[in-house]
Nanobody, 123 residues
Framework: QVHLVESGGGLVQAGGSLRLSCAAS????????MGWFRQAPGKEREFVAT????????DYADSVRGRFTISRDNAKRTVYLQMDSLKPGDTAVYYC????????????????WGQGTQVTVSS
């Protein structure tokens, strides 16, 4: 059974940092591209970052580029999202997702999803 479990969310002041983790099980993690998405209240789920299974290809949403860093450890079956210089606009539930194809910004390309972790940035 596939599981993606996010952790590391919480409440932080603007300008602060958080590191999200997503532990995977039940599929061949090292052969899947991974992505982070977020969803704020009343808004659609949006792309944040993606990484290929080799870690060679990465991409970011323009809104987080230069502040967030995605990485993965295939031996630990875990993908990370380091979030620095956080802004109130980053407040959302953050989801990790797995894609059997290549790194992608599209929600529809992802096969498996976690339950999400709340990130709240206060001003």
């Amino acid at each position: 059974q596939v599981h993606l479990v996010e952790s590391g969310g919480g409440l932080v002041q603007a300008g602060g940092s958080l590191r999200l983790s997503c532990a995977a099980s039940g599929f061949t993690f090292s052969r899947y591209a991974m992505g982070w998405f977020r969803q704020a209240p009343g808004k659609e789920r949006e792309f944040v970052a993606t990484i290929s299974w080799t870690s060679i290809a990465v991409d970011y949403a323009d809104s987080v580029r230069g502040r967030f860093t995605i990485s993965r450890d295939n031996a630990k079956r875990t993908v990370y999202l380091q979030m620095d210089s956080l802004k109130p606009g980053d407040t959302a539930v953050y989801y990790c997702a797995a894609n059997a194809g290549s790194a992608s910004m599209r929600v529809v390309d992802y096969d498996y999803w976690g339950q999400g972790t709340q990130v709240t940035v206060s001003s």
